[in-house]
C-alpha cells in the first residue's frame, strides 16, 4: 500500500489492519485513526510500515500482535495516549529510525516479543515529549 502522501482522517477503530504476509504500507498519513493507527495480527509476517505519519490515535500508534519479522522503520508516530509503538505476542520486529513524541511510553515491548535491535533501540530511534519514559 503505498498512499502517496495521502491522509486517513478518522477511523472507527483501526485505519489499516493487516492480516496477510508481506505487506507493505508506506507513505501514508494518518489523524485521529481511531483505537489505533495500523495493526499487524498473526498470521502476517514480513511485514514493512516505513514513512507513515500516525498521530493522535485513541491508544496506539502502531501495534504488532503475534506477527514475524517485521520491520518498523522511518514512521512519526505522535500524541499517543499510551504506546506510541506496542510489540505483544510478536517475534523478529526491526524497530528503526522513527521519531516517537508526545505519547504515553514510546516504545513497549511485552514479555513474550523480541526485538532484534533490542540494545540498540534508543540510539535507533528519536523520543521526545512522552510521559512515561522512552522506552519499557
Do not use: H, M, Q, W
Not at 16 to 26: E, F, L, Q, R
Not at 54 to 59: A, E, F, Q, V
Not at 62 to 90: C, K, Q, R, V
Amino acid at each position: 500500500i503505498d498512499g502517496n502522501g495521502k491522509t486517513i482522517d478518522g477511523a472507527n477503530k483501526y485505519a489499516i489492519d493487516i492480516y496477510a504476509p508481506s505487506v507493505k504500507v508506506k507513505n501514508l498519513t494518518i489523524t485521529n485513526g481511531g483505537y489505533l493507527g495500523i495493526r499487524i495480527n498473526d498470521p502476517a509476517e514480513n511485514v514493512i510500515i516505513t514513512g507513515n505519519t500516525i498521530s493522535d490515535p485513541d491508544k496506539y500508534g502502531i501495534e504488532l500482535t503475534g506477527e514475524s519479522n517485521a520491520d518498523i522503520n522511518g514512521n512519526e508516530i505522535s500524541g499517543s495516549p499510551e504506546y506510541g509503538i506496542f510489540l505483544n505476542n510478536s517475534s523478529i520486529a526491526t524497530i528503526t529510525n522513527n521519531t516517537i513524541n508526545n505519547s504515553g511510553i514510546a516504545i513497549f515491548v511485552a514479555k513474550n516479543a523480541s526485538i532484534d535491535n533490542i540494545d540498540d533501540l534508543p540510539a535507533d530511534n528519536t523520543f521526545s515529549d512522552n510521559e512515561e519514559g522512552n522506552c519499557d
